[in-house]
């Protein structure tokens, strides 16, 4: 259900499994030893009806046994994404609230074990379209994006509250210590410096502002949104 063998049907599966070599690259790369049972997490944007949509979709009232973890987890990061601009978003499987269809990388990651997996249809909302909804007005391109990475973090938090591990551990750690404790991470060495070299730089300029030039940028409390998001990108991809 919800494909087709005709050739020249919107909805065609193709003549084989992974039969394109780009659904080829998704999964080989999910199953390469470097991410093999390494992933809880598998997020895939699309457009458009305003849907945060989880796995079962290939036919209705069809679902994982974890159902009741991924619907939570669904309408914790709709309500957290409405809270930007009040945007509604509805949940379900596709098949139950749009109609089936099958062979997705949401279903195929599930059933490869992926823990947490969502497929977002994102603005506009399919109801209320008058046009063609896939061409989005550029004046909602930057809010859809905040709006859905507001979403998105909830899921990331859901994996850390999975695993057992505190959110945002840095920013429990001694300012002195920081610089130390990131070059742990998977970075490698030539970005690292650039990126810390980019961050003292921008919160050296903030300390000169604020009357504060003899302070040292890596040792002083006062942050900028650029290292708290460096420091929140790296923790969140280990």
């Not at 709709?78 to 279903?107: C, K």
Request: glycine share 6%; aromatic share 8%; with cysteine.
């Amino acid at each position: 259900s919800g494909s087709s063998y005709e050739p020249c049907s919107n909805i065609y599966h193709g003549d084989h499994v992974f039969s394109e070599p780009e659904s080829r690259a998704v999964r080989d790369y999910l199953n390469s030893d470097e991410l093999q049972g390494k992933v809880d997490g598998f997020i895939t944007l699309h457009s458009y009806a305003q849907l945060w949509i989880y796995p079962y979709s290939h036919a209705q009232q069809n679902y994982p046994e974890d159902i009741s973890e991924l619907r939570r987890t669904a309408r914790r990061a709709i309500n957290r994404l409405h809270r930007q601009y009040g945007t509604e978003y509805r949940m379900g499987t596709g098949a139950d609230t749009l109609s089936p269809a099958s062979g997705g990388s949401d279903d195929w990651a599930k059933s490869n074990g992926i823990k947490y997996v969502y497929l977002v249809e994102l603005r506009p909302e399919y109801e209320r379209t008058v046009s063609n909804g896939f061409i989005l007005h550029k004046k909602e391109l930057i809010p859809t994006a905040v709006e859905t990475f507001e979403g998105v973090k909830e899921v990331i938090e859901a994996v850390l509250e999975h695993n057992k591990i505190i959110k945002d551990p840095l920013s429990r750690i001694a300012p002195q210590l920081r610089k130390k404790q990131l070059c742990g991470f998977r970075c490698p060495r030539s970005e690292h410096h650039a990126l810390e070299c980019l961050t003292k730089k921008v919160v050296t300029d903030r300390m000169r502002l604020l009357g504060m030039a003899n302070a040292d940028p890596m040792t002083t409390s006062t942050e900028t949104p650029m290292t708290t998001a460096f420091e929140t990108t790296q923790t969140t991809t280990e």
